[in-house]
């Protein structure tokens, strides 16, 4: 089974960052699409970014692009979401997910193999 491990989360106020890191193992993470997803109680997961591990391009959900930014580090085989200018409807359950089933960009948490166990994230003042 593989495992992705998760760091980073918490609180915050409205207006802070946070930064959430996930790490795969190196078979894993190599040429692969990993990507960052939340969840609140009674909606389904959604898509937040996703990246390339190969040459680190990116695909945004709606209108999280400019206040998220996702990105790599190679050589720690671990994916970062930076969370900048955070609101209180960003808190919800992040989970990071690696490898589709497709070999393409995805932001459908069904295209995903793996999981992490996700991390709470909330934003209020």
């Known amino acids: 089974q593989v495992q992705l491990v998760q760091s980073g989360g918490g609180s915050v106020e409205p207006g802070g960052s946070l930064r959430l890191s996930c790490t795969a193992p190196a078979d894993t993470y190599i040429n692969t699409y990993m990507a960052w997803f939340r969840q609140t109680p009674g909606k389904g997961r959604e898509g937040v970014a996703a990246?390339?591990?190969?040459?680190?391009?990116?695909h945004y959900g709606d209108s999280l692009k400019g206040r998220f930014a996702i990105s790599r580090e190679t050589d720690k085989n671990t994916v970062h979401l930076q969370m900048n200018n955070l609101k209180p409807e960003d808190s919800a359950l992040y989970y990071c997910?690696?490898?589709?089933?497709?070999?393409?960009?995805?932001?459908?948490?069904?295209?995903?193999?793996?999981w992490s166990q996700g991390t709470q994230v909330t934003v209020s003042s």
């Open positions: 997910a690696a490898e589709t089933i497709t070999g393409a960009w995805s932001l459908w948490p069904t295209d995903y193999h793996y």
């Open positions: 990246i390339y591990t190969r040459d680190g391009t990116t």
